[in-house]
């Protein structure tokens, strides 16, 4: 982004020939848009650009407080820009610590009575804390501890601490409903060279009184 802005001001100033990529990106600029050599480099985001910087400062914020103040109580899931090795190493280490292949181990989901993460006194002692996801096409009942029909006009709301338990050969209640995690809206992704998805993370199995087939219909899913 530095050397970027910097060779555009050159380029404005008639300094440096002012290049097909560097005239791109002046008119996102002016249109409040995030420009194609900062997406080819970033994370997934459908942002205008001036969201998108102030989300990008409050990225920078949270890994910065992770290293200068130790570890947090939670992790914000949307600052990382690939969750998915995040969340492969809480099991590694969980696998280490009690001497267990990493193979038989996934994740259990257990949920809290907030969504604040300020509100969750200490850090567990294995697994994590995740916070910071929004629910499109339901809602969370905090007090019934389920999923419930969205409010009349809602699109999104904000999803509860969620504590993520590894757990060795979990098996999902076939009563709760895998729902999925993504990136951005859109829900569509490429499938990267690691293996992973480029917008889908991980199912959270979350707990209903309707049947799953339910909420599928109404493309209930967490969204970054």
């Given amino acids: 982004m530095r050397n970027t802005l910097i060779d555009l001001k050159k380029a404005i100033k008639g300094e440096v020939v002012m290049s097909a990529e560097l005239d791109m990106m002046y008119q996102s600029l002016l249109n409040n848009q995030v420009p194609d050599l900062w997406k080819k480099v970033s994370y997934p985001s459908l942002r205008p650009l001036s969201s998108w910087f102030e989300d990008l400062q409050a990225r920078c914020n949270f890994f910065d407080t992770w290293l200068n103040k130790g570890k947090p109580k939670g992790f914000w899931i949307s600052a990382f820009f690939f969750p998915q090795g995040f969340l492969t190493s809480v099991l590694q280490n969980y696998a280490r610590k009690f001497k267990i292949p990493i193979d038989v181990l996934s994740f259990g989901f257990d949920f809290m009575e907030t969504t ?52 060795e050969n979990y098996t999902p209640d076939p009563a709760d409903y895998g729902m999925p995690v993504y990136k951005t809206t859109t829900r569509a992704g490429t499938l990267s ?32």
């Fill in 193 to 224: 060279t690691t293996g992973h998805s480029t917008n889908f993370i991980i199912i959270i199995d979350v707990p209903t009184h309707m049947k799953p087939d339910y909420w599928i219909l109404n493309g209930a899913a967490f969204m970054c």
């Fill in 116 to 167: 604040e993460i300020d509100l969750v006194k200490t850090a567990p002692e294995d697994g994590c804390y995740i916070y910071g996801l929004f629910i499109e096409g339901c809602r969370f009942d905090l007090k019934k501890g389920r999923l419930e029909d969205s409010m009349p006009g809602v699109m999104y709301t904000n999803a509860p601490v969620i504590y993520f338990s590894p757990q």
